[in-house]
């Protein structure tokens, strides 16, 4: 049986970039990074104990290894336990984001990495 969702693989056109926007604006830490045979990933996770954690993978190197793959984005949901915080601290950073909104669930908004990949953020 699947017990839990322990990675999340984002194929990227530039890992450094990726990097950054991450940690640098969505407060992410770097857990490790590895190097092997030609690919390179970096593990990023909102913090060192977290369940779940994101790889950053080249894109491009990905697609020559395995054409099979697909390697589009996922629609990932994050939560926060202060939403309008994060939108405001989002917004500082000039991340593209979107408004605010109501739904039956909780409120939520969207946010783009520097590729233009959407993500979603919920109140916790």
Not at 65 to 91: A, C, K, R
Not at 95 to 124: C, H, L, R, W
């Amino acid at each position: 049986m699947i017990s839990k969702i322990a990675e999340v693989m984002l194929y990227v056109n530039d890992q450094d970039k990726a990097v950054k926007f991450w940690t640098e604006k969505a407060g992410f830490s770097v857990i490790s990074e590895e190097e092997s045979n030609g690919m390179r990933w970096i593990e990023v996770a909102p913090a060192k104990d977290s369940a779940t954690s994101l790889v950053l993978f080249n894109k491009e190197v990905v697609a020559k290894m395995s054409p099979e793959l697909n390697l589009g984005t996922p629609s990932l949901m994050f939560f926060t336990e202060n939403l309008e915080q994060l939108h405001q601290d989002l917004t500082e950073k000039q991340v593209t984001v979107g408004e605010i909104v109501a739904m039956p669930s909780g409120k939520v908004f969207n946010f783009a990495d520097e590729e233009g990949n959407y993500f979603a953020v919920m109140q916790a």
